[in-house]
Nanobody, 127 residues
Framework: QVQLVESGGGSVQAGGSLRLSCAAS????????MGWFRQVPGKEREGVAA???????SYANSVKGRFTISQDNAKNTLYLQMNSLKPEDTAMYYC?????????????????????WGQGTQVTVSS
């Protein structure tokens, strides 16, 4: 059974940093395109960052230069380092995995549609 479990969310002031983690079980990150998404109530879920099996990355314009996606294949864990956080970054953050790796779009998402999703971790940034 595949499970993706996010952690690391919390409340910070604007300008602060958080690191999100996504631990995968029953699944090998190294074979997949992995990504982070976020969603606020009443809005559509949006892609934030993605990483393919070759380690190439893609980011949404709104987070470029502030967020960094990475993964540790030995630990089967995906990370999202978030620096210089802004109130508009407040959202529920989800990690997702696509079983195929067809590459990346330039907007922070995998070309292959994600199949597996975590339960989400809340990030709240106050001004």
């Amino acid at each position: 059974q595949v499970q993706l479990v996010e952690s690391g969310g919390g409340s910070v002031q604007a300008g602060g940093s958080l690191r999100l983690s996504c631990a995968a079980s029953g699944y090998a990150n190294s074979n997949s395109c992995m990504g982070w998404f976020r969603q606020v109530p009443g809005k559509e879920r949006e892609g934030v960052a993605a990483i393919d099996t070759d380690g190439r990355t893609s980011y949404a314009n709104s987070v470029k230069g502030r967020f960094t996606i990475s993964q540790d294949n030995a630990k089967n864990t995906l990370y999202l380092q978030m620096n210089s956080l802004k109130p508009e970054d407040t959202a529920m953050y989800y990690c997702a995995a696509a079983p195929q790796d067809w590459g990346l779009f330039s907007d922070g998402t995998c070309i292959a549609r994600p199949t597996y999703w975590g339960q989400g971790t809340q990030v709240t940034v106050s001004s």
